[in-house]
């Protein structure tokens, strides 16, 4: 019988109870202790033996072998004794000590379940502050009455302002509703009318804490383990809600103190796990997510795979129920480690700080061994990775980037570690590089002690950290000054700012492997700004295009002349300089615009909204002037950040920072400056200059006081006035007589009698350009004839015109303006004769003139081209460009209509840049883009040429006029054009003796400067050299053949040699070395019947070569034996046909069956096909020889297995030849085989695989509105892959199912052939990630180089991969007739949020979340039930879940769908 009632009796019973117990306490306990095992019994000693027992002298006489024995037991007791002293020494000092650590310990681990417990309640808190913004949606009422307020409160101010306004200005009465404003000033406030229970309003929430739950979820989640996790004790305790408190304790024997809701609970023998160690799969929100556990073996134990993915699971999904408050972009804090310039620097991200310790402690600990020592036979290359010993104590790892070798000058790419003087290195965790010198007599020593190898596995290792290091560039700055580039002041000053400290930085993008990134430092602003500010860099400020110019003010309304209007003087430097505000209506829509100015930018978060860095000259802003918020106008540069600006609407002029400046709205720019800037009109200064006193004087009449205006003049710049001052009832004084009177002034009047002597003036002869000058500006009269085409004006300079329409520098269509009139009537007359007619059905051709109705507008047009679809190419005849418009909107032009108003022109002093006869893609996109509806000023160089040969002038931005021509060369896109031979050169050449026969354009002569004659010099005439062409190439016989590229013409005529050609040209080269062996004497030749020719190349060798044309100094030629075209100078090139019995060995090809896009191959197509082929051997199959021995042979190409005409035409450089019959005649032929002449049997050879179609797909039953389905492949929220889960609506009857036959093709899938044909469409079996293969149909070409790879569709699953063509293969025929088991739908009752706040968008489908869509994946697992509700165009279901709800609505609740 046992009892835990302790010796000291029973607590609460009386006197004489307790003795009675004591009493039974004692008998229980000696009955327990005569009962108890030998485990639970003390150990105890037995009492002396008697005296009859103890061996006498006698009996020990009698036995003699008993004291030896007796000695050696003694003995061995004494040692035993000792032993149990000293571990009775040992326990009894190290219990306490033990004791002591394991307490310890155990209460640090509690202390660290109790913080993570307390981390774990905030992030249930920071979950249950997110959800408080539903409360928001409770007091929308509220915000409205609010709104409703502020409306009314900005109505009462801006008429408080109108009213202070009339009550300064009393004549403002007329032009504003006085009753309107009274009005709007007296109506009382009904503060009924306003909803104010809002600020009583309860939500009904509350939170509440569920002690019981509570307390059972900390009794499993906070316990106390051994190592066999069975539990030893645990202790709860549950107060009120205010004093909730939770405790673990560990208890010993020792332990005198047991709480009273302490409960021990006994060890179990069993291993078990504990219930609260099982996975549960019930959820409680109000308890705790995560589950802190204390064991001996760990501090913290590291949670398992499937525990660890459950909980990011469930972290998520609450993630997406619950979402938080929006947070603000996350901020990165780096360390700058390197500043080369501001556009190239190094930093290091702060959270990465610990990794790189444990990257320095590893390389540390590898190079501390001897696996990292050089040997003798080790090499060093550049770019290999290095360990450098650079700190005290600390390695670190390196990239070489140049290597010396001993008795080297000049580096190497590689050499032996022993053979190594010096290298530099980069240090990837750093930035910067340093250089490293190698001790001559050290020998591998000194190398080790440096620099230390990694080994293949420490290699491997290591590559997979990534350089902490990143290169960084601050974005949109540029160095101050351009030509000197960045300055050392401005990298001091960026490592004086960053110093050593973490700073925020922000990117924007990626440029050239270096992040665009902005560093801010606390309580710095922008490290750009700071640059730009301290003028060590400025902002990048790009060319603005013509057309796309800042905006400016409108100009002050001018005036009308002789005419009396009121107006305030705003502004007064001197009586011939002051401003003026007209009062009138204007005015009121001013101080309109003037209210909403000030509530643009009186709002706190404007300064960084409208933040101007870098203005620019005479760009239009907003700054502050006495309190209030003004338009300016830049106006200059003084330096220091400041900046001049003139305040349009009041005159002043000032000097402001640049941070005082605000981006100016559109909206602010609808009324013109209000400022007029006048002079006074009556009156000059005694002197040059108005005297201090007159403009004293004159301000104190004036300034900020109403006038009287009469302008005399409205043309000019200022404009000039009389002012009178305004009187009741009589016309005011003249400001100019009071000034006159004062003796401050003299009037203009008496200047001019003073003045009677006429000033001499010399007339000049007006230039002959001026007679056409005054045409233009006057239109003509109506009743002038019509004239439907342009003709020539009689002075061909200074003519005004309008770019139309540009293709390049030498195709540039203009209008000129004094034909604007003409062409308008012609306009005119089309509206009035079609505007209201019919389509006729006319039998369109090319070259047919007609009226269209583009964008319904009717002009003069061409017909290009027709198609079969009755769309019809048109080019405008009055503006140069072509557009495509249907048949319907054509009509057929009258004949005395039938012209063109258009001129083309040819830019003159410029060819094209970089040696080409044509002008590049990017000079025309250039020219095009800057003058395509600009006005111009052109002059005609040669009016008999087509196109016309003319110079052109535009105006920049600085208002000057500018050679458009200079402009192109300044630009480098274009080149000086050079001049021709000279006179004296030409003078016996057949091109003098034409030139004289053809008339010249008269040049105007003044009588009075007759030019001299320069004396004639008579130089020897152009030796006449003729030469013929080299001899044809040797075609390759029809069939298969290999041959290596070597040109590809701009053309697009591809140059082929064959294996002996490339060969024979080796021997040929030596072969010319030897007929030329010094360069020949420099003579003039006339190339014209030059055909062959000896070329000196850029390698100093001679070469065959074929003259194309001379241009200027330089002669376009072609190597006749690699197909090459360069232009060369006169003097490399020698008239002379050398080595004509060998033929040229280069053969020209076409490609077959295939017609370029346009008239010929564009640059893009030669691009690609010289990247595909240059320098290849590649399989050419000869189609068909030419007739003419020199012209392109028919061959059809195939790079890497595939033909060049399929690869033009799926990059849509080429269209197929509609004159092939079949697709057969595109087909390669395999190349034959290089056999001898053996009698081959073709018996019980195999029939050639049938040519599959595509797949058949999955007919759904009509009969069947739904069916249960999975969900295979989801492609967006509203698009997916179905499979059918019932066989029998697929109406399938098949003796082997799809995955059997898969899998019986996968055992043997090495038997089966690889793809060779790639039509799109095509199936195939493809390889997956897993390693098998599966049904799949080809979609497309993704890469073709560096290796071709293509799209396809896993057919059964619906999603998409892209795979090499060796992972491809040909399709078993009993795969083929399974139908596609995945079936594409669109589910219906639910569209893209129409509002999103979600950032993170479907790269595809830009209208979806990627919230969205990982939300929609995880409501479409399981089986689902689709009701089908379209099946055309396309095959539309609805899906419901399990329980019959809509899949689709639980995205629509959470905001990231629409109901349709």
């Avoid at 610990?354 to 190079?367: V, Y």
């Avoid at 290999?1042 to 140059?1055: F, K, L, R």
């Avoid at 850029?1098 to 376009?1116: A, L, N």
């Avoid at 797949?1255 to 039953?1261: P, T, W």
Wanted: aromatic share 8%.
């Amino acid at each position: 019988m046992d009892t835990l009632i302790g010796e000291e009796g029973v607590d609460g019973l009386e006197v004489d109870s307790r003795i009675i117990g004591l009493i039974y306490t004692a008998r229980m306990n000696t009955k327990k202790d005569r009962h108890s095992g030998d485990r639970w019994k003390s150990p105890r000693f037995k009492s002396p033996p008697s005296y009859a027992d103890i061996p006498t002298q006698e009996n020990a006489e009698g036995r003699p072998d008993v004291v030896k024995v007796l000695d050696e037991a003694l003995i061995k007791a004494t040692e035993n004794l000792n032993q149990l002293d000293t571990l009775h020494q040992t326990l009894a000092n190290g219990i306490p000590t033990q004791l002591r650590k394991e307490r310890t310990r155990i209460i640090r681990e509690i202390d660290v379940a109790v913080d993570r417990a307390k981390s774990i309640l905030m992030k249930r808190r920071s979950m249950l502050l997110s959800e408080l913004n539903a409360v928001d949606l409770l007091f929308s009422d509220g915000r409205k009455e609010c709104k409703r307020i502020e409306k009314r409160v900005k109505e009462l101010r801006t008429a408080i302002q109108k009213a202070r306004h009339v009550r300064q200005i009393p004549s403002l009465e007329t032009y504003c509703n006085l009753d309107q404003i009274l009005e709007t000033l007296q109506i009382p406030v009904d503060v009924e009318s306003y909803d104010m229970s809002c600020l009583s309003l309860r939500s009904g929430l509350s939170c509440c804490l569920h002690i019981d739950n509570l307390a059972e979820s900390m009794r499993n989640c906070l316990k106390i383990t051994d190592d066999d996790d069975s539990c030893i004790r645990e202790e709860v305790s549950a107060e009120p809600f205010q004093n909730v408190t939770s405790s673990a304790e560990v208890w010993d024997s020792s332990s005198q103190s047991v709480q009273r809701n302490a409960e021990p609970i006994r060890k179990k023998q069993s291993t078990r796990r504990p219930s609260f160690m099982e996975g549960t799969d019930t959820e409680d929100t109000d308890a705790c997510t995560e589950m802190v556990e204390i064991a001996r073996s760990s501090l913290v134990a590291e949670p398992r795979r499937n525990e660890r993915h459950r909980a990011l699971r469930k972290h998520r999904r609450q993630h997406f129920e619950n979402p938080p408050n929006p947070q603000p972009k996350m901020v990165h804090y780096v360390m700058a480690t390197h500043i080369v310039n501001p556009g190239h620097f190094y930093v290091r991200y702060m959270i990465e700080h610990k990794t790189g310790q444990k990257l320095s402690k590893k390389i540390t600990e590898f190079c501390s061994g001897e696996n990292s020592l050089f040997t003798f036979n080790d090499e060093i290359k550049t770019g290999s990775v290095l360990f450098v010993y650079w700190k005290e104590d600390v390695w670190y790892r390196v990239t070489v980037t140049e290597l010396f070798q001993k008795e080297c000058f000049q580096s190497v790419t590689k050499c032996l570690a022993s053979e190594v003087s010096r290298l530099r290195v980069h240090f990837q965790d750093f930035g910067f590089s340093k250089c490293f010198s190698v001790p001559s007599d050290g020998g591998l020593n000194s190398l080790n002690a440096c620099l230390r190898r990694p080994d293949a596995a420490t290699l491997a290792d290591i590559n997979g950290w990534a350089p902490l290091a990143i290169r960084c560039s601050l974005k949109d700055i540029i160095p101050s000054d351009l030509v000197k580039g960045w300055t050392s002041e401005a990298s001091d000053e960026m490592r004086r700012k960053l110093g050593s400290e973490a700073v925020e930085m922000q990117v924007f993008g990626e440029d050239g492997g270096a992040l665009l990134v902005d560093l801010k430092k606390t309580q710095m602003l922008s490290l750009r700004e700071h640059l730009v500010f301290m003028e060590l860099a400025r902002f990048y400020s790009p060319i603005v295009a013509a057309g796309s110019a800042p905006l400016l003010f409108y100009p002050p309304v001018p005036p009308k002349i002789n005419v009396e209007f009121n107006a305030m003087v705003a502004h007064v430097i001197s009586p011939s300089d002051f401003y003026v505000q007209q009062v009138g209506v204007e005015n009121m829509e001013y101080l309109l615009l003037h209210s909403k100015l000030q509530d643009c930018y009186s709002h706190p978060k404007a300064d960084r909204e409208f933040q101007i860095y870098c203005p620019s000259l005479s760009q239009a802003c907003v700054a502050s002037y006495d309190q209030e918020w003004c338009r300016v106008q830049v106006t200059g540069f003084p330096g220091g950040q400041m900046v001049q600006v003139r305040y349009v609407d009041f005159g002043y002029r000032k000097t402001l920072s640049v941070k005082e400046l605000r981006q100016i709205k559109d909206e602010f720019f609808a009324l013109p400056e209000m400022a007029l800037w006048c002079s006074l009109n009556d009156v000059v200064s005694l002197q040059e200059m108005w005297s201090d006193e007159a403009c004293d004087m004159f301000k104190e009449l004036v300034e900020h006081k109403l006038v009287t205006v009469v302008a005399k003049k409205s043309d000019t710049r200022p404009v000039p006035v009389c002012l009178y001052e305004i009187g009741d009832d009589f016309p005011g004084a003249s400001i100019g007589d009071i000034l006159v009177k004062n003796g401050l002034a003299v009037s203009s009047k008496q200047n001019q009698v003073k003045d009677t002597q006429p000033l001499e003036m010399t007339v000049w002869d007006p230039p002959f350009e001026e007679e056409v000058l005054s045409v233009v500006p006057t239109p003509p009269p109506a009743s002038e004839e019509l004239k439907p085409s342009l003709s020539l004006p009689t002075c061909l300079k200074d003519i005004r015109v309008r770019v139309t329409h540009v293709t390049s520098p030498g195709n540039i269509f203009v209008q000129l303006l004094q034909f604007d009139s003409q062409l308008k009537r012609i306009h005119d007359t089309l509206k009035s004769l079609f505007s209201k007619s019919e389509p006729q059905e006319i039998h369109w051709e090319a070259e047919m003139f007609c009226a269209a109705n583009n964008t319904g507008v009717w002009e003069r047009g061409k017909v290009c081209s027709v198609t079969t679809s009755g769309v019809v190419e048109v080019m405008r005849c009055d503006f140069g460009n072509k557009v495509k418009l249907h048949v319907d909107n054509l009509r057929p032009l009258r004949p005395d209509l039938i012209g063109s108003f258009l001129l083309e022109c040819n830019l003159s002093g410029v060819r094209p840049a970089g040696g080409r006869s044509t002008w590049t893609a990017t000079a025309c996109d250039f020219i095009s883009l800057y003058l395509t509806g600009a006005m111009a000023v052109m002059n005609i160089k040669e009016p008999t040429t087509s196109p016309v040969l003319v110079s052109l002038f535009c105006s920049n931005r600085a208002g000057q006029n500018v050679n458009f021509a200079d402009f192109l060369i300044s630009e480098g896109l274009a080149l000086k054009e050079r001049k021709t031979v000279s006179t004296s050169e030409t003078v016996f050449s057949e091109d003098s003796v034409l030139s004289e026969k053809s008339p010249e354009p008269q040049k105007i002569v003044s009588p009075s400067q007759t030019p001299p004659t320069p004396t004639r010099r008579i130089n020897p005439p152009a030796e006449r050299v003729q030469t013929r062409s080299y001899p044809p190439p040797e075609l390759p016989p029809c069939g298969h053949t290999i041959m290596s590229i070597s040109a590809i013409s701009e053309q697009g005529v591809i140059y082929a040699m064959t294996h002996q050609a490339v060969c024979e040209f080796d021997r040929l080269r030596e072969r010319l070395q030897q007929h030329i062996k010094t360069l020949p004497r420099q003579k003039n030749y006339n190339w014209k019947g030059v055909l062959g020719c000896a070329v000196m190349g850029t390698d100093m060798f001679w070469y065959r070569g074929q003259v194309q044309e001379v241009i200027g100094g330089h002669v376009k030629v072609r190597y006749v034996d690699q197909g090459l075209v360069e232009s060369i100078p006169v003097c490399h090139v020698y008239p002379v046909v050398l080595c004509e019995d060998v033929p040229q060995l280069c053969v020209p090809c076409q490609i077959n069956g295939v017609i370029p896009i346009g008239k010929g191959w564009q640059w893009d197509a030669v691009v690609l096909m010289r990247e595909l082929l240059l320098g290849r051997s590649v399989n050419v199959y000869i189609m068909e020889h030419p007739e003419d021995p020199r012209g392109c042979v028919t061959v059809e190409i195939t790079v890497d297995g595939m033909a060049l005409s399929k690869i033009m035409v799926h990059h849509q450089y080429a269209t197929f030849d509609p004159a092939i019959s079949s697709q057969e005649d595109y087909v390669v032929k395999p190349p034959a085989l290089d056999l001898d002449d053996w009698d081959i049997n073709a018996e019980g050879l195999e029939e050639p695989q049938p040519v599959l179609g595509v797949y058949k797909e999955l007919q759904i039953s009509k009969e069947r509105k739904h069916f249960p389905a999975k969900v295979k492949h989801i492609r967006t929220p509203n698009e997916v892959f179905l499979c059918v889960l019932d066989k029998t609506l697929a109406k399938l009857e098949q003796e082997e199912s799809l995955e059997e036959a898969l899998k019986r093709v996968n055992e043997s899938v090495e038997n089966l052939s690889l793809l060779t044909d790639f039509p799109n469409e095509c199936p195939c079996l493809a390889e997956y990630s897993d390693g098998k293969y599966y049904r799949a149909k080809l979609l497309g070409f993704s890469e073709v180089t560096p290796s071709v790879k293509l799209l396809v569709r896993h057919v059964d699953f619906g999603s998409d991969d892209i795979i090499p063509l060796h992972k491809l293969r040909q399709l078993p025929p009993s795969l083929h007739h399974f139908p596609c088991a995945a079936v594409y739908v669109k589910l219906a009752g639910f569209k893209p949020a129409n509002v999103s706040s979600e950032m993170e968008r479907i790269p595809y489908r830009p209208e979806w979340s990627m919230k969205a869509m990982l939300e929609m994946i995880d409501l479409l697992n399981g089986e689902l039930t689709a009701v089908v509700t379209a099946t055309e165009p396309q095959l539309t279901v609805l899906l419901y879940n399990a329980d019959g709800t809509l899949v689709h609505r639980r995205l629509v609740e959470k905001g990231l769908a629409d109901y349709e």
